[in-house]
């Protein structure tokens, strides 16, 4: 038998090392930076122009520069009968004409007695999936408030941020008044938020100050916080009510999935990868299902009888990271709102209104058309996207992700 030539013992070489590369385990996925860096959340911004995209003198104009930024805190005089006889009235109103709008540099002396730290992830309430997710660090509403002297007639907080002076262009938000000024053990106030990941907020993200609303969803936490208006009228008033969302939202438990190829090799474990954003209801656990399906399959509803037989397995979440690693310098863990003041750890995990990554992990799928879905279970046993299913209070539907393994 004559010896093999060159290029055919190269071809052998080749598909040993095709075979063998097939053999081996698929390596894991790149694990995700647990906070986002600022450049890299997804943007959701509004305004004609953007306010980020103002430059130069257009940006000091705007007082969107750390040095020209003001906030003032006025109250509303509007009365409306039946439900409202008299106006909001505050001792000190805080105003530029005035003289007395709160600087940078007022706020920032205002952190050095009341500063807080939270692990926030944003998410738009029609958006399926996190914008990311970072360590926001701020003073609490009610400390700014407390600046304004003595209240009377206050039953909500508005506020709002700049809008290329257009009234049409504003949008704002609100909270009522007990939750602006009280904040029960272990829950978490709104906050004036001026740092990012232990930097200055960068203006894409909404600096030099936004607010931050850590149990809503991202229309509560306003952008290039500017006014704040005190009001005795207590119905809801926020912008996003008028596009039929619920203006008082509380973020949701839900699993979200990372997008897969439509192609996977039958020959290997298949791994699944997403975020779990945890709501009140905390998480109790995160579920799969590998659904198999034909090219015309019908969609299944979030209320489908087959998902309640279904054989739903558990998921992985990640560890918790190593804290003190991943905290901006200068801050520990102990500072951290949610966090054990002793050990430095979280006190639930994953932590309310954060995000956590996942992982599923398939075996033995034969060469076919799949479905894979994801869900979360909360501390009362309810299953994504229960308790509230109405997507117009939060985008929580299952997600669905269509593949081949062949």
């Known amino acids: 038998m004559p010896a093999p030539t060159r290029r055919e013992f190269a071809a052998v070489a080749a598909a040993s090392a095709c075979a063998a590369a097939a053999a081996e385990p698929p390596a894991p996925p790149p ?7 600022a450049a890299e959340f997804r943007d959701v911004s509004r305004g004609n122009p953007v306010p980020h995209t103002l430059r130069g003198p257009a940006l000091e104009a ?3 520069t750390p040095e020209t930024w003001r906030l003032e805190l006025t109250a509303d005089p509007t009365v409306e009968e039946p439900h409202t006889k008299q106006p909001a009235a505050i001792a000190k109103p805080l105003t530029i004409a005035a003289g007395t709008a709160l600087d940078l540099p007022m706020l920032l002396n205002l952190g050095k007695s009341h500063q807080v730290h939270f692990l926030k992830a944003m998410q738009c309430l029609n958006i399926d999936t996190p914008l990311g997710q970072g360590l926001w660090t701020g003073v609490p509403l009610r400390e700014v408030l407390k600046l304004a002297g003595r209240m009377n007639n206050v039953r909500r907080v508005f506020f709002y941020g700049f809008h290329n002076n257009d009234p049409k262009q504003r949008f704002q938000s609100s909270v009522d008044y ?8 272990g829950e978490l106030p709104a906050f004036l938020a001026y740092r990012l990941n232990g930097e200055p907020i960068p203006l894409e993200r909404g600096g030099p100050v936004r607010m931050v609303v850590p149990w809503s969803y991202g229309f509560k936490s306003i952008k290039w916080l500017q006014q704040i208006v005190v009001t ?4 809801n008033t926020d912008t996003y009510a008028e596009g039929n969302n619920d203006p008082e939202a509380y973020l949701k438990s839900a699993a979200f999935s990372d997008r897969v190829p439509e192609k996977l090799p039958a020959d290997r474990p298949l791994t699944f990868r997403g975020v779990v954003m945890c709501g009140p209801s905390g998480v109790r656990r995160v579920e799969f299902w590998v659904r198999p399906v034909t090219a015309d399959s019908p969609p299944l509803a979030d209320d489908s009888p087959e998902l309640l ?4 397995a558990e998921c992985q979440l990640d560890p918790q990271p190593d804290w003190g690693a991943v905290m901006p310098a200068g801050v ?18 994953p932590l309310r209104y954060s995000s956590a990554p996942f992982t599923a992990t398939v075996h033995g799928l034969a060469a076919g058309r799949y479905e894979f879905r994801a869900r979360t279970v909360d501390l009362n046993g309810f299953a994504q996207p229960e308790p509230r299913p109405l997507q117009k209070t939060g985008k929580n539907g299952i997600q669905v992700r269509r593949f081949e393994v062949g």
Do not use: C
């Open 62 to 64: 705007a007082r969107l």
């Open 332 to 349: 520990r863990p102990q500072e951290v709102l949610g966090f054990d003041r002793t050990t430095g750890r979280p006190r639930e995990w």
């Open 31 to 37: 694990a995700r930076p647990f906070l986002t860096p």
């Open 232 to 235: 005795n009228i207590p119905r």
């Open 178 to 185: 007990t939750h602006a000024m009280e904040t029960p053990p």
């Open 309 to 312: 037989r279904a054989p739903w």
